[in-house]
T-cell receptor
């Protein structure tokens, strides 16, 4: 148990639709990051939020966007879904004082048909 | 791209030590070596990290060579629950408040612990 919870755990969408994934970070953690993990691959960094601002982004197009709320929970939004967006989406949180130990949730498995 | 190289798979007998190697020949002086593991259908789990000294915690030991170009993660008494994909990652420690924490994962090593 990492204290990071994600919802939904599984969902199916069709190409062109939009999806919102949610993450509740561990208590006291004000930094949250999102990763995409395709089947058989390691997780790939999407972006990070700190105090409601995006402060780091990986090589993902603008249709991947996020929000962080005052309670440090977070959302990942993906517009105009493509088949290649099918993946496990992982949320990870950390505290200010930590150096590199991220606490990951169990992920949201997205299937795009 | 990941800055580490790991074997794609390894096997270990239950109760024996599992030694997982990692090459990071281009590591910089301010980069740490981190290990995470991912048990099937779960999120990655932090194991241990180090800069140049060997490190040990309740989960594992980390041995870093003197030139820092490679390291070995040691699970001293592997159990069936240690079956997982193990990721070796190098990163610059960023203790600044809200500093960007991008971890670059490779494909890792699939460790199978056999009864």
């Amino acid at each position: 148990e990492t204290g990071v919870t994600q919802s939904p755990t599984h969902l199916i969408k069709t190409r062109g639709q939009q999806v919102t994934l949610r993450c509740s970070s561990q208590s006291g953690h004000n930094t949250v990051s999102w990763y995409q993990q395709a089947l058989g691959q390691g997780p790939q960094f999407i972006f990070q939020y700190y105090r409601e601002e995006e402060n780091g982004r990986g090589n993902f197009p603008p249709r991947f966007s996020g929000l962080q709320f005052p309670n440090y929970s977070s959302e990942l939004n993906v517009n105009a879904l493509e088949l290649d967006d099918s993946a496990l989406y992982l949320c990870a949180s950390r505290s200010d004082l930590n150096t590199g130990e991220l606490f990951f949730g169990e992920g949201s498995r997205l299937t795009v048909l | 791209d990941a800055k580490t190289t790991q074997p794609p798979s390894m096997d270990c007998a239950e109760g024996r030590a599992a030694n997982l190697p990692c090459n990071h020949s281009t590591i910089s002086g301010n980069e740490y070596v981190y290990w995470y593991r991912q048990i099937h259908s779960q999120g990655p789990q932090y194991i241990i990290h180090g800069l140049k000294n060997n490190e040990t915690n309740e989960m594992a030991s980390l041995i870093i060579t003197e030139d820092r170009k490679s390291s070995t993660l040691i699970l001293p008494h592997a159990t069936l629950r240690d079956t997982a994909v193990y990721y070796c990652i190098v990163r610059v420690a960023n203790g600044a408040q809200g500093g960007s924490e991008k971890l670059v994962f490779g494909k890792g090593t699939k460790l199978t612990v056999n009864p």
